[in-house]
């Protein structure tokens, strides 16, 4: 399985495993938490067939990458980012942050800038800023991450029950949009993550990106669920247009925060659609799905 580099921890490295398929300009997939690489598997073969490179790895702490005790900050998570980009030398690439990994396409523009991107994509993503606070009022209340955290220290797996629950709108879409089979599986994926990075990321979500995106000076698309419970759409997805240049806002309608796996059709339309025509004048859209 092929891995690069990005640190040390005692006598061990800190790997990241990731894949890379196909052929073209590179799409790199950035996972949500607490899942892996495997979330994308509704993406990575339509953007296959349409001619593209597509890259997606594990974030630290999640799937087949090292479980250190430290990193699940964002600039760690940027610079992780940052060293598989450069190790692999893609150029050219757009960005795909699916809820956490919206984090790590903002801080990594905001950081690094855009000399190896052409473009961004963010899908149920937590920027700009989550934290409701007596600036931000459009956020979520602290109380909520406090809850979080509390549950996931008392018992991790029957929190990650619920959680994808929520996460699906099972009470909704479930048997229609998604399977039970479905739901497993991503606990499945979620149960095998580091405990410690499982809680320490919960803090990392509460970080401030706007200043991030209003440097970006790229194209972007976002794409956000109006029933999303996880991340709220009125507090992230319907706020990022407007910190950024250039960019177009998809509104799923009853979409939930796992787009990727319930409206993959609409997704996939709408991530191609804005790969061939990145650069075209951008309106918000909403309906089908």
């Known amino acids: 399985m092929p891995y690069v ?49 597509v890259v997606a790895y594990d974030r630290r702490g999640f799937g087949n990458s090292a479980k250190p005790a430290f990193g699940y900050d964002y600039d760690t998570l940027a610079d992780d980012l940052h060293k598989l980009m450069t190790e692999l030398d893609l150029t050219g690439a757009t960005l795909v942050g699916f809820s956490m990994g919206g984090g790590e ?10 000399d190896r991107v052409d473009s ?23 109380s909520v991450f406090d809850g979080v955290m509390e549950s996931i220290i008392a018992d991790r797996p029957a929190f990650l029950s619920g959680f994808f629950s929520e996460f699906y709108n099972v009470d909704v879409l479930g048997g229609d949009r998604i399977s039970d089979e479905a739901v497993r599986f991503s606990w499945n994926i979620a149960a095998t993550a580091s405990p410690r990075g499982t809680l320490d990321s919960v803090s990392a979500w509460l970080t401030d990106f706007r200043g991030d995106l209003r440097s970006i000076d790229v194209p972007v698309l976002v794409i956000h669920g109006d029933a999303d419970r996880i991340v709220p759409f009125t507090a992230s997805g319907k706020r990022i247009p407007g910190l950024i ?4 806002l998809v509104v799923v309608e009853g979409g939930p925060h796992g787009i990727i796996w319930t409206h993959a059709g609409r997704v996939n339309r709408e991530l191609l659609d804005f790969l061939i025509q990145k650069a075209e004048p951008m309106q918000p859209v909403a309906g089908r799905s």
């Open 5 to 53: 580099t990005v640190g040390k921890e005692n006598s061990g490295n800190i790997d990241l495993y990731y894949e890379d398929h196909g052929a073209g300009r590179p799409v790199v997939l950035i996972h949500g938490w607490p899942l892996s690489s495997k979330s994308w598997e509704k993406q990575v073969p339509a953007l296959i067939d349409a001619g593209y490179r």
């Open 105 to 114: 396409v903002a801080r990594y523009l905001g950081t690094y800038g855009s």
């Open 120 to 142: 961004a994509v963010f899908i149920s993503a937590i920027p700009p800023f989550l934290l409701k606070t007596s600036e931000n009022p459009e956020g979520v209340d602290g």
């Open 245 to 248: 240049r250039e960019s177009r």
